[in-house]
């Protein structure tokens, strides 16, 4: 037989594309052409092909070879094809039997010797072939963990072409891969750790519960990024959706850990302040891979020194935060990526970060109100909480007697018995928490008694919250409300939460 077919997929976004490799042998001059919008990787790939199929001990086929693949006008990108084409062009030669490779998907990379390597992606595209009807798929033994994530699917792991074509010729079957037990979690950093700061403290557990934005402002050494780092450990564990969502972006971005393809805690980003814009939103000038703010999906995304992050780079991540996914136009195509992360910002009260307080910095009035508008309005009219953490008592520090502060643990629990509660009152709405509410939504389904709603009423009046500032505030009364075990704001519920609005309290 001079034509076969096989199966690999490519990757559009966070989803995988089916795509189908067919290789024509015909009579003429000898020579290789590839057709189906490759990119440089894809058509380098014929080369890798060649000299895989030798040091195999096949020969290349010496006549005109074909290879398209289709969908024609989707663009073709990264190495996860080789594989596919090898397999092919073999089939096609008689070296393997063509009808047994018909529906066979094929993913991986081929290395000049015949081993087979790693790809990214692997997730994504096997939960594609599952969704076309496909029920086996071959990759290499790095990425089988990965690929058996996805159940109705026999994952073949291979280690080189020659074992694949060993296995298409009956001589040395493949066994369907066990997926290994997933390794344990390391604990994260412990809330405990943190001395005083019982306002920032509150912060992170409010954000906890009912997902919501935080800005952290203070001197150096205050504990911004200590309790930015110790949020995530406050979050529940990602369930089976979950986990499969932030997965098969950390394989696309290639960033899954070794040892645990399955991601089930909350992922923690923290690019530093020269991140690119596509660094931090994605982007790319071949595929388009996943940024910061969709890595840290279902997670956290930390962005200290806020302010040294140029005002172009934080403004994008506008229209994200509220949407939940992002979406990057290139000229041969688009992809979205979801990124339902909380947003954590801290920042240094003035450029010369003092420590000892205000009697020691040196910035004029002009140079604070400077480099605190390096933080666009529009993007702080979308966060949450605003906290002013002060220095460090040495009382703090170095009291020895001190009562010890609440663990993770402790904490957590109130976080899970929080959303628990919300996640029953908005049954039906098609969120789980109170940040992710749509404001009207919020209002006309669940008001609050205009008693409790006085004094945030009278900061609408006087400008001081804007209307989309107001939901905000009812979003995160209804967070203090579920901590506390109420079922409705009070008042006191309300005034903490626009006091972390808009007041700098101190702890």
């Not at 989803?15 to 000898?30: H, I, K, N, Q, Y």
Request: charged content about 20%.
């Amino acid at each position: 037989m001079t034509l076969a077919r096989t199966w690999s997929v490519g990757i559009v976004g966070v989803r995988g594309a089916m795509v189908e490799v067919e290789v024509d042998l015909a009579s003429g001059l000898p020579g290789v052409v590839l057709v189906g919008l490759p990119d440089a990787v894809v058509r380098q790939s014929v080369d890798r092909v060649k000299a895989a199929v030798v040091n195999t001990g096949y020969e290349f086929p010496n006549r005109r070879v074909t290879i398209g693949l289709s969908p024609a006008s989707m663009p073709k990108q990264g190495s996860g094809f080789d594989l596919a084409l090898a397999v092919a062009v073999l089939a096609a030669a008689g070296v393997v039997p063509a009808p047994v490779v018909r529906d066979l998907v094929l993913l991986g990379e081929v290395g000049l010797d015949g081993s087979l390597r790693t790809v990214r992606g692997v997730l994504p595209a096997v939960v594609a072939a599952s969704a076309a009807g496909h029920r086996q798929v071959v990759v290499p033994a790095g990425n089988a963990d990965e690929a058996a994530l996805v159940a109705g699917v026999a994952v073949l792991a291979a280690t080189s072409l020659a074992d694949v074509v060993a296995h298409l010729r009956g001589r040395a079957p493949l066994p369907a891969h066990v997926r290994s037990p997933d390794a344990a979690a390391e604990p994260g950093p412990d809330l405990a750790d943190v001395l005083g700061q019982a306002t920032g403290r509150r912060a992170v557990e409010i954000a906890a519960a009912g997902g919501h934005h935080v800005f952290f402002t203070g001197p150096p050494g205050a504990g911004k990024t200590m309790l930015a780092e110790r949020l995530p450990g406050l979050l529940p564990a990602l369930d089976e959706v979950e986990a499969l969502e932030v997965t098969a972006v950390a394989s696309i971005a290639g960033t899954l850990p070794p040892g645990a393809p399955l991601v089930t805690r909350p992922p923690f980003e923290a690019p530093h302040h020269s991140a690119t814009m596509t660094a931090l939103v994605g982007g790319g000038s071949g595929q388009i891979r996943p940024g910061a703010l969709s890595r840290a999906h279902r997670g956290v995304l930390f962005l200290d020194e806020a302010p040294e992050f140029p005002r172009s780079v934080l403004d994008t991540l506008r229209q994200p935060l509220e949407r939940g996914e992002v979406t990057i136009h290139r000229a041969n195509g688009q992809a979205t990526f979801p990124c339902r992360s909380q947003l954590v910002l801290a920042a240094n009260p003035c450029p010369c970060a003092t420590a000892a307080g205000d009697t020691a910095c040196t910035c004029s009035p002009l140079e604070r109100r400077r480099y605190q508008s390096r933080v666009s309005g529009p993007l702080l009219d979308r966060i949450d909480l605003r906290v002013d953490l002060p220095a460090v008592t040495r009382a703090a520090w170095l009291e020895v007697d001190r009562p010890p502060q609440e663990s993770t643990a402790v904490v957590a629990r109130r976080v899970r018995a929080a959303r628990a509660a919300a996640a029953v009152r908005l049954h039906g709405s098609g969120v789980t928490l109170n940040g992710h509410v749509p404001g009207q939504l919020l209002r006309e389904r669940w008001p609050v008694p205009r008693r409790a709603l006085a004094l945030a009423e009278r900061a609408l009046e006087r400008g001081a919250l804007s209307v989309r500032g107001f939901d905000r505030v009812l979003r995160v009364a209804w967070t203090v409300a579920d901590l506390h075990g109420a079922t409705v704001p009070d008042a006191d519920h309300v005034a903490e939460a626009l006091g972390m609005r808009l007041q700098r309290v101190a702890a």
